[in-house]
């Protein structure tokens, strides 16, 4: 190889490092408040937001608004709404609440498919199985969602599951360069080896058809990881009462005690006379519903 033309490449190979760290450090931060019509909703879908208290709700606030200023939500083949938005930022935001300077570096776009796709992201035709996957190769960076499936984690009021929830936790377990169910930026070092033996036993259950973790997760470590994170954000009091010794090792992953949380899993509507959500003391009709109902 002539010399010149490998230092040239050298150059071009130093100069796109360069690029891709100054591009990692850019972080826009939310520089407006958070718009009051987005509060209603997060008061009406996210159960998860109901149960902080004003300062928790604050900071998660503005962790959905910064996440929502740095990934992109784009609908295939579907209208996308704040609804669609803001559920996917909560789940961005609930299994990483705790770890306030935790960001998703690996990810630049979700795409919400109407339902269900295949393996090749087609919407129509076989094998449509498939509700939430992180991209990998040319798909790089990119989060497919079923908008149905989207939905629907934030409505069932007595399942175990949230598929957003599963392909962020996902994320979280790919951050540390492998994915393979040991979220290593998250937890202590002293819990790696507890963790990776609770894995394996309980992926025993599983095959031997002696535990209520959804099926799934018996498939590997990694499927395991987020299938648990969905049940323990989902109906911690139940996982806690039947997979004790779990519970207690994803409340040291996750640094949350869920079982405390006051989670009401019914859809909350807010009525003209109840107290706004945002705290004033007010009735709704007076504070941030007076543009509904005073227009």
Avoid at 66 to 75: K, P
Avoid at 98 to 121: A, C, I, M, Q, T
Avoid at 185 to 207: A, F, G, S, T
Avoid at 230 to 255: D, R, S, V
Wanted: charged share 25%; glycine share 6%; proline share 5%.
């Amino acid at each position: 190889m002539n010399p010149i033309y490998g230092i040239f490449i050298i150059i071009i190979i130093a100069v796109m490092l360069l690029y891709q760290i100054r591009r990692s450090y850019k972080w826009n931060k939310p520089a407006v408040p958070f718009p009051l019509d987005w509060r209603i909703i997060l008061t009406q879908k996210v159960p998860f937001y109901n149960a902080l208290s004003k300062e928790d709700k604050a900071s998660f606030e503005y962790r959905v608004q910064e996440f929502l200023l740095n990934c992109r939500i784009t609908g295939i083949q579907t209208e996308v709404d704040d609804r669609d938005r803001l559920l996917v930022a909560a789940s961005a935001v609930i299994p990483v609440f705790n770890f306030p300077d935790w960001r998703y570096s690996n990810l630049s776009e979700v795409l919400l498919y109407p339902s269900e796709f295949n393996g090749k992201f087609a919407t129509e035709g076989p094998e449509r199985n498939i509700l939430g996957m992180v991209g990998t190769g040319y798909m790089e960076g990119k989060m497919i969602l079923s908008q149905s499936a989207l939905r629907l984690g934030f409505q069932n009021e007595s399942d175990k599951g949230n598929t957003a929830i599963h392909e962020f936790v996902h994320l979280i377990d790919k951050a540390d360069g492998a994915t393979d169910g040991i979220p290593e930026l998250l937890m202590e070092k002293q819990y790696v080896i507890p963790w990776v033996d609770m894995i394996n036993k309980n992926i025993d259950e599983i095959w031997a058809n002696r535990s209520d973790i959804n099926p799934y997760g018996g498939t590997n470590r990694t499927e395991f990881f987020s299938v648990v994170s969905e049940y323990f954000f989902e109906n911690p009091k139940l996982l806690a009462k039947g997979h004790p010794e779990l519970y207690t090792m994803l409340e040291k992953i996750f640094k949350q005690d869920m079982d405390a949380k006051k989670l009401n899993r019914s859809n909350r509507k807010i009525d003209r006379d109840d107290p706004c959500p945002c705290g004033t003391g007010k009735k709704f009709k007076k504070c941030c519903g007076a543009v509904h109902y005073n227009s």
